[in-house]
T-cell receptor
Framework: DAMVIQNPRYQVTQFGKPVTLSCSQTLNHNVMYWYQQKSSQAPKLLFHYYDKDFNNEADTPDNFQSRRPNTSFCFLDIRSPGLGDAAMYLC?????????????FGPGTRLTVT | AQSVAQPEDQVNVAEGNPLTVKCTYSVSGNPYLFWYVQYPNRGLQFLLKYITGDNLVKGSYGFEAEFNKSQTSFHLKKPSALVSDSALYFCAVRDPNAGGTSYGKLTFGQGTILTVHP
């Protein structure tokens, strides 16, 4: 089945140690999103790609970076994780067509910072 | 700027009873509205959307929602709740007139925890 896949599902990293979370989608969607979600709060959009165009939210810390090497894959890099970065990270995708509306979410990666 | 409010942090219903999870929105033009459900340690699952047309939209798992433009609401409903419906529910809005980097952006409400008791 076509879907959004996130690996790993659970990630533990040390304070200040760089970490990369990965997302892939088999939906052939050209728009991909990264969200941060803390403690069952609303997901907070960090950035998104429309094709190769990167769009950063104004309040996303510089500590968060992203790469999209091809249509299917997107990575979230946290350069120096702090304790406050512990959260669930959600990847989503959408077909960037006028008639396409909903975003499809992956299962998430729960990041723990020790 | 677009915004969504879910006025109830928690909703508790008995199994078999009807349920309603409330959502109100604010957007400059005609909104695109969505409901998502999230089970523990899982991503968000799409339930239903309103784009245009009939104000009553039907979605997955027997859920439906009614778009009310005058009240700027999009309440989620189900005629008969199941214990398995217990989860976190998010309402989201998209402004179809938003352009540039905001194109296609969803704004989520704070979520409502639905608990269905046996």
């Amino acid at each position: 089945d076509a879907m959004v896949i996130q690996n790993p599902r659970y990630q533990v990293t040390q304070f200040g140690k760089p970490v990369t979370l990965s997302c892939s989608q088999t939906l052939n969607h050209n728009v991909m999103y990264w969200y941060q979600q803390k403690s069952s709060q609303a997901p907070k959009l960090l950035f998104h790609y429309y094709d190769k165009d990167f769009n950063n939210e104004a309040d996303t810390p510089d500590n968060f970076q992203s790469r999209r090497p091809n249509t299917s894959f997107c990575f979230l890099d946290i350069r120096s994780p702090g304790l406050g970065d512990a959260a669930m990270y959600l990847c989503a995708s959408r077909l960037g067509a006028e008639s396409s509306y909903e975003q499809y979410f992956g299962p998430g990666t729960r990041l723990t910072v020790t | 700027a677009q915004s969504v409010a879910q006025p109830e942090d928690q909703v508790n219903v008995a199994e078999g009873n009807p349920l309603t999870v409330k959502c109100t929105y604010s957007v400059s033009g005609n909104p695109y509205l969505f409901w998502y459900v999230q089970y523990p340690n899982r991503g968000l699952q799409f339930l239903l959307k309103y784009i245009t047309g009939d104000n009553l939209v039907k979605g997955s798992y027997g859920f439906e929602a009614e778009f009310n433009k005058s009240q700027t609401s999009f309440h989620l409903k189900k005629p008969s709740a199941l214990v398995s419906d217990s989860a976190l529910y998010f309402c989201a809005v998209r402004d179809p007139n938003a352009g540039g980097t905001s194109y296609g952006k969803l704004t989520f409400g704070q979520g409502t925890i639905l608990t269905v008791h046996p």
